[in-house]
Every structure is written in structure tokens, then in C-alpha cells.
């Protein structure tokens, strides 16, 4: 509830790891993080001044505060990765939005990243290092 700046409880949701896991399309990994943030978008904030490319401003706004919370994350000594693959109808349910006045557009879990993570990551992409990429 942004006018009061506190968090809304919205209902149970059964399965909450079978749910979240389907709404970021089955990408397992995000479910060992401590929060998921999800990011919605209701268009006429910015359409009634931008029309056509309201698009862009909206996105534009979400890099910067997706940015953000890379940097606040990593001066924690936290990680995070912003995820675009969301099944908006699933995410929507879980928030209760009609998916056509607001709707999810973006989700980025924090969370402590395990060391056996964080090497098994830095394996798979030594051949980035190699091959000075």
C-alpha cells in the first residue's frame, strides 16, 4: 500500500514454492532467495502524458530501480538477477491484478548467495575469462 508506505497481505496462497516457481518459469534457482520482488505496471500513469511510447519510459524507470537493487544488494553482500520470464497470468492471480490495467512486467529475487553457488557459477563461465569475451 504505497500511500500508507506498508506491505499488504493480500491471501494464502497454498503451494507458495509450486506457485512462485511456475511464475518465474520454473526457474528453480530464484526459490533459494529470501525475497522475490515482483514489479507491476499500470499503463495510464504513464500513457495519458507519453501515449504511444509510454513503453519506454516505464521501462526505462524499471532499469534504473532494478539497478538499484543490484547495488544495494551487492553492498550487502547479497545477489540478485532481474527476471523478464514471468508468466504474467500466473504472477497477476498471486497479486490480484486484472492483467489489463495492471500487470506484473518484471521480478528480481535477493537472497544470500551459497559459496558452492557462487563457485559452481564461476566455473561455468571461466570460459568467458578464457577467451577474454
Known amino acids: 500500500m504505497p500511500l500508507k508506505h506498508c506491505i499488504e497481505f493480500l491471501s494464502p496462497i497454498d503451494k507458495v514454492s509450486d506457485v512462485l516457481a511456475s511464475s518465474l518459469c520454473d526457474q528453480l534457482w ?10 507491476s505496471y499500470v499503463p495510464y500513469r504513464t500513457e495519458w502524458r507519453y501515449g504511444h511510447l509510454a513503453h519506454r519510459i516505464a521501462l526505462v524507470d ?15 553482500g547479497l545477489g540478485t538477477c532481474g527476471i523478464g520470464a514471468c508468466v504474467t497470468s500466473i504472477c497477476d492471480g498471486m497479486f490480484e491484478l ?6 506484473i512486467l ?9 559459496p558452492e553457488d557462487f563457485a ?5 563461465y571461466e570460459f ?6
Open 62 to 76: 524499471l532499469g534504473h530501480v532494478g539497478e538499484n537493487i543490484y547495488l544495494a544488494s551487492t553492498s550487502i
Open 98 to 103: 486484472d492483467g489489463e490495467n495492471e500487470f
Open 120 to 124: 559452481k557459477e564461476k566455473s561455468f
Open 128 to 133: 568467458v575469462e578464457k577467451e577474454g569475451l
Open 30 to 39: 530464484a526459490l533459494k532467495a529470501n525475497v522475490i520482488l515482483y514489479f
Open 106 to 114: 518484471y521480478s528480481q529475487p535477493v537472497g544470500k548467495v551459497n
